[in-house]
């Protein structure tokens, strides 16, 4: 079991950049493929970024794809989101999630731990 905990979410104008983390308790961590959703007022959750168990291999929306990078670092239990080039649009809760699973995965339903969300707002 992994409980994500993110952070790093704050407002920012557009065309600025955000790091998210997300840190994870639990001594599994190596176990889990993870991931980024997010989700705008009145809009249903997305996925946004993905990476492998052994972090050699990621996807992403075509939304995000070339503004934002999904990497982890197994030495400090922590996925990170780094997200260029930010535009109003990308305003939402960010959400960290684990899978059991060693490939990428897209969908929201086959998360199996998610955290809290922070709040990443990009003005005009």
């Known amino acids: 079991q992994v409980l994500p905990a993110e952070s790093g979410g704050g407002l920012v104008q557009a065309g600025g950049s955000l790091r998210l983390s997300c840190a994870t308790s639990g001594r599994s961590f190596t176990y889990y493929a993870m991931g980024w959703f997010r989700q705008a007022p009145g809009e249903e959750r997305e996925f946004v970024a993905a990476i492998s168990r052994s972090g050699t291999r990621t996807k992403y929306a075509d939304s995000v794809k070339g503004r934002f990078t999904i990497s982890r670092d197994h030495a400090k239990n922590t996925v990170y989101l780094q997200m260029n080039t930010l535009k109003p649009e990308d305003t939402a809760v960010y959400y960290c999630?684990?899978?059991?699973?060693?490939?990428?995965?897209?969908?929201?339903?086959?998360?199996?731990?998610w955290g809290q969300g922070t709040q990443v707002t990009v003005s005009s």
């Open positions: 999630a684990a899978a059991g699973s060693a490939t990428v995965i897209p969908r929201v339903p086959d998360y199996d731990y």
